[in-house]
């Protein structure tokens, strides 16, 4: 086991010795503040295999975030509670998105991609916004969280934390394997070196799109888990400066490292909760700090970490 | 595909132009490379060497001309189709994964030729369907002992090798080799041609070279490229001899 891999168990039993440790102190807060962060950090780690490992620079991977939070939201306000329909169509959907917006914009590259995946997330925000049924602009609240047949109850805070734990360290596994498949090994091949990995003989086009896909489906059930704990859909989950977060957590935690993603959401949640609590414009420090850290670290956070190279 | 054992070229060009605004970059070329023969592109800076080996690998496209390999028209084909079909290109600026090992730059390009790369679970790096085959080319190569060192950090030497290895690796019918010795020091280019030369009559090679002793070490046969148009081909004792080619280039390199 390398260093590496024992820094991210520590972390993950950390995550799981929070709700004891919630209860304990009798603060429900971190418990609702930690699953945010892992929420996000599943979000993250999704964008991390097309950003960080196959190098596409989407600003738009909150557009998955919003629609498998419609998906569960839209569900149930037609009455449609079951979770795994909702899940599953969160995922499916956002695949389904993921394949049209991924096919037009990888043919593009450098600026051109960054401004159609903004593009086509900024259309999905404003078809949320203009979608009065499902409460425009102003959102509408989930009467009922998604219902799992008796088999975990979200309402339940601690159950549903061990969900989004359960599901985060799924995708961390599996992002794993996949870098290192021979799939993985395409796309980061490509980021790496693009005309040569076309002169050994591979066309990277279709190996992109697929990690676009998977890393839409991805972040769909992330928004899945959203709108169920905040218990409110809005098209605010889509809007641009939800993409730049999810970015700046990459980045700043790591890009193509497997760990980077979760300390990322964890570094950038964390210090905006705690320094909105010490001013209104606490943007004006949180600023600075991500220059900061893209400068100085060039590996992320997870190039601090001890463990030499990074693989995935 | 046994089209080019008929005795036709296994590379046929024909009429080849490639312009960049006003600049006949390629300007009307006509090239044979026949199976086996090693065939060297000489000419001064800015003739359009580099230009015709990116129109042979397909990263560039030709305004007019045709490009026959094996006897299959190839003029429209992407790059990576190109490798498929067996041509493999090293490019004058070395061209490698600097983050990778070794051993995972020549498994790649084992894994471009080894059916589609749809698997997502298995490690990539304990598949031995691509590292035994990986590794022997590596040795071949003399860098059996680097396998596991990243590429950046081996020597300028080293990486070129390390980008022959991966040509290799893609079991081609032809090589084109861009300026295969350049930037290497007297040491490091003797054990290069004498590498290549081990290929020579194994493998069909184009070779772009600057480096005149390596020229006419390694050369069957010797195009001379000037302001994009060939204006010589032949053995070298013929190119050496030619007073057109003295005048245009070598001329000039003798007196140097």
Redo the contacts between chains.
């Keep these: 086991m390398s260093r590496r891999a024992i820094v991210l168990a520590v972390i993950l039993l950390l995550l799981a010795a929070v709700p004891p440790l919630a209860a304990a102190f009798n603060q429900p807060f971190y418990l609702e503040l930690v699953r945010r962060v892992m929420i996000f950090a599943i979000a993250a780690l999704s964008l991390n295999l097309i950003l960080g490992y196959g190098g596409l620079i989407s600003f738009g991977h909150a557009a998955y975030l919003g629609i498998g939070a419609y998906a569960v939201g839209v569900l149930a306000y037609y009455g449609i509670n079951n979770g795994f329909l909702q899940w599953a169509l969160a995922m499916v959907a956002s695949a389904l998105v993921a394949l049209v917006i991924g096919a037009i914009s990888i043919r593009a590259s450098g600026i051109y991609f960054i401004m159609i995946t903004l593009a086509f997330t900024q259309m999905l925000y404003y078809l949320g916004i203009s979608i009065e049924e499902y409460g425009g602009d102003d959102g509408m609240r989930l009467e009922v969280k998604s219902q799992f047949a008796g088999l975990v109850d979200l309402n339940n805070p601690t159950a549903f934390y061990y969900v989004v734990l359960a599901i985060l360290i799924a995708f961390l596994y599996l992002g794993h394997r996949l870098v290192n498949s021979r799939f993985g090994m395409v796309i980061r091949a490509a980021r790496s070196n693009e005309a040569r990995t076309r002169a050994i003989g591979f066309s990277p086009y279709p190996y992109r799109l697929a990690a676009f896909v998977i890393a839409g489906a991805m972040c769909g059930l992330a928004g899945a888990l959203l709108v169920n704990h905040t218990v409110f859909l809005t098209p605010e989950f889509m809007n641009w400066t939800r993409s730049g977060e999810l970015m700046f957590m990459v980045i700043m935690g790591g890009m193509g490292t497997t760990a980077g993603p979760v300390l990322g959401a964890f570094a950038l949640l964390l210090l905006e909760d705690v320094l909105s609590g010490i001013t209104a414009h606490w943007q004006i420090i949180l600023g600075p700090i991500l220059v900061l850290v893209v400068l100085f670290a060039k590996r992320g956070l997870a190039g601090l970490l001890p463990g030499g190279r990074e693989d995935g | 595909m046994a089209e080019a054992a008929g005795g036709g070229p296994l590379l046929e060009v024909r009429g080849l132009c490639k312009l960049f605004g006003a600049l006949r970059a390629t300007d009307n070329v006509a090239l044979d490379v026949r199976e086996g023969e090693t065939h060297a592109i000489i000419g001064p800076n800015g003739a359009g060497k580099t230009t015709l080996i990116g129109q042979l690998?397909g990263?560039l496209r030709p305004n007019a001309g045709e490009i026959r390999f094996a006897g299959e028209d190839i003029t429209r084909l992407?790059?990576?189709?190109r490798?498929?079909k067996g041509l493999?290109?090293s490019?004058q600026i070395t061209?490698?994964?600097?983050?990778?090992t070794a051993l995972?730059n020549v498994?790649?390009?084992v894994?471009?030729?080894a059916g589609h790369?749809?698997?997502?679970?298995?490690?990539?790096?304990a598949?031995r369907a691509l590292r035994t085959p990986a590794l022997a080319i590596l040795e071949e190569v003399g860098l059996g002992a680097r396998a596991d060192v990243?590429a950046a950090n081996l020597a300028h030497g080293e990486q070129r090798q390390l980008e022959i290895a991966?040509v290799l690796?893609?079991s081609p019918r032809l090589l084109l080799l861009d300026e295969p010795v350049a930037g290497m020091g007297t040491e490091e280019t003797q054990r290069m041609v004498e590498f290549l030369g081990t290929l020579k009559g194994r493998k069909t090679m184009v070779l772009v070279e600057h480096d005149m002793d390596a020229v006419f070490t390694l050369a069957d046969r010797i195009s001379v490229l000037v302001y994009g148009r060939i204006i010589a081909t032949g053995a070298p004792e013929e190119i050496r001899t030619n007073p057109e080619v003295r005048g245009a280039y070598l001329g000039e390199e003798a007196a140097a």
């Design positions: 690998s990263t992407p790059a990576p189709a490798s498929k493999a290109r490019f061209s490698i994964y600097r983050d990778f995972e498994s790649l390009a894994q471009a030729h790369s749809f698997r997502f679970w298995r490690p990539a790096r598949e990243v991966m690796a893609t």
